[in-house]
């Protein structure tokens, strides 16, 4: 009997990653099957690019999702066929996580269907049914925002990938970002009583290296099998058409609020939207929304107060006659770097149904004071670029933040979620260069 608990705990894994038997990871080299992924996942080595690598913390629960067309197909001769695919009708219970929407061209978001026709209530209620989730973050960039979308964002800059805009036209559009699409989807929402990307978030790698979150910044030897397994590569090359090698990343992390390790727990987590992305590190946030939520320092009362008083992340808060206000909680990675703040990010529509944001910081660390404008001073930098090394002087273990939306509209849909930051750490290309002792790469990010 697997232990269940009421007020959940918080499960790190992978839905993401390419095996030999996807394609274009074998055509790249990978040759680790499933069984090899799983067997990583769970702390064992394996070797890739003749490197033995291993995850330094096991997973809780990963999934091997290659792409579906040509499933096998390199190792047909080798293995039994590939199973069928089944449709809801046949008794399986499935959901669909869209990526890289960063790269979509506008096609992920775009106000029309597959045919031409301009988006219709069906087609929300079709979208919404089988996309909970989106994946905010992963090895080709971080499709959250970007600067040119959100100008006075300060973290808009984070993993943004720029060198995608440079292969297959893939240039970044506005339309092609999770926030905004999360925020437009109101607007559909308001006209036509269904939200086609009412969209929780959780992360993954793209790995096609057949190991699942494989996301240790210190520690990241490529993800695409020879297009960056050397240095050099990493340094000089490009993934597969997509971007250069300096502006990948390792991925990021699924996180999700569950009672128990269960495949059903799970995926009920998934499709109930109890789920966040990180960039890597284990963050454990939770964030409460309702109209009566309590300002509360012990985690346990305000896990207990949320889901009594409130909702979790994922759900919907209906029929509110005042200003909703949100708990907040966030606790560090135990190996990983302080936190430097957690921040909500509000979203809504103006009368024209254009998307329009707030980013609200909700508690910090240290003593620093805003300044007029309402900025929040940063917090001290102790990367050394020389040693590929940092210190948790700043920063803070654990934040716990109470926030009202005093500027709530009855009358307008919104939606809110939240981010938490670390304090600065050295990037990948930092630890490699320390690493092979090569000098660090001219306008590239030292640290993050």
Not at 2 to 14: C, L, R
Not at 272 to 283: H, L, N
Not at 322 to 348: E, M, S, T, Y
């Amino acid at each position: 009997m697997v232990p269940e608990n009421p007020i959940k705990n918080t499960y790190f894994g992978e839905t993401h990653v390419h095996t030999s038997f996807s394609l274009d990871a074998y055509i790249g080299s990978a040759r680790l099957t499933p069984s090899d992924a799983y067997r990583f996942a769970k702390g064992q080595p394996v070797s890739v690019n003749n490197v033995q690598r291993r995850i330094g913390r096991p997973l809780d629960f990963a999934a091997i999702s290659v792409h579906a067309e040509f499933l096998g197909e390199m190792l047909s001769t080798q293995i039994p066929s590939a199973p069928g695919h089944y449709q809801e009708a046949a008794g399986s219970t499935l959901l669909a996580i869209p990526h890289n929407s960063n790269g979509s061209k506008g096609l992920m978001f775009e106000p029309i269907d597959n045919a031409g026709n301009p988006i219709t209530r069906e087609y929300a209620e079709r979208r919404a049914k089988w996309e909970p989730l989106i994946e905010m973050m992963q090895i080709k960039g971080n499709s959250e925002t970007h600067p040119g979308v959100s100008p006075n964002d300060e973290f808009a800059n984070f993993e943004n990938a720029e060198s995608i805009a440079a292969f297959s036209e893939r240039f970044f559009r506005t339309d092609g970002f999770v926030r905004w699409a999360a925020t437009k989807g109101l607007d559909y929402e308001q006209k036509l009583g269904a939200n086609p990307w009412k969209l929780g978030f959780i992360g993954g790698t793209d790995n096609h290296n057949g190991t699942p979150s494989d996301v240790d910044e210190a520690t990241y030897n490529g993800s695409h099998g020879v297009a960056d397994g050397t240095i050099e590569q990493r340094r000089e090359g490009e993934i597969d058409g997509w971007l250069l090698g300096p502006d990948a990343n390792p991925g990021s992390l699924a996180g999700v609020w569950a009672s128990k390790n269960t495949l059903g727990a799970i995926f009920d987590a998934m499709q109930s939207r109890e789920t966040f992305a990180t960039s890597g590190p284990r963050i454990q946030p939770r964030f409460f929304g309702g109209a009566i939520l309590q300002s509360n320092n012990d985690p346990v009362k305000l896990v207990m107060d949320g889901y009594a008083n409130g909702v979790p992340m994922g759900g919907s808060l209906t029929a509110l006659n005042g200003p909703p206000n949100f708990a907040v909680h966030a606790l560090k990675d135990p190996i990983g770097a302080n936190l430097d703040r957690v921040q909500i990010i509000k979203g809504w529509v103006d009368v024209g149904g254009s998307p329009q944001e707030r980013i609200i910081d909700v508690v910090w660390s240290r003593d620093r004071v805003p300044d007029v404008n309402g900025k929040l001073p940063p917090i001290g930098n102790t990367v050394d670029p020389e040693t590929s090394t940092y210190s948790n002087a700043n920063g803070a273990a654990e934040l716990f933040g109470h926030w009202t939306d005093d500027d709530f509209d009855p009358g307008q849909h919104a939606l809110y979620y939240m981010r938490v930051i670390e304090i600065p750490t050295p990037r990948w290309t930092t630890y490699d260069a320390v690493r092979h002792g090569l000098p660090l790469l001219e306008d590239v990010a030292v640290w993050i």
